[in-house]
C-alpha cells in the first residue's frame, strides 16, 4: 500500500493536467497520449533555432563517376 505525503504534489498529465495514469505516463489516458503524437505528426513541437532553406543546406558529395 502507497501512501501520499500531505505536501506532496501529484503528477499531472502533460496534455489536460489531470492526474498521471501509470500505464500511459506521463498522460492520464490514451487520449491523451494520442493527442501528444497527433502534435509531433502535425510538427506541432518544434526545436528554437534558425531555419533552414534549400541555400544553406549542403548536397552530400557523392563522389564524381
Keep these: 500500500m502507497s501512501e501520499q505525503q500531505p505536501n506532496s504534489k501529484a503528477v499531472r498529465c502533460a496534455i489536460c493536467g489531470k492526474p498521471q495514469d501509470a500505464k500511459f505516463k506521463p498522460f492520464c489516458s490514451k487520449r491523451c497520449a494520442d493527442r501528444d503524437l497527433g502534435k509531433w505528426l502535425d510538427e506541432g513541437y518544434a526545436i528554437p533555432g534558425e531555419s533552414l ?13
Design 53 to 65: 532553406s534549400s541555400t544553406n543546406v549542403e548536397e552530400p558529395d557523392l563522389g564524381s563517376e
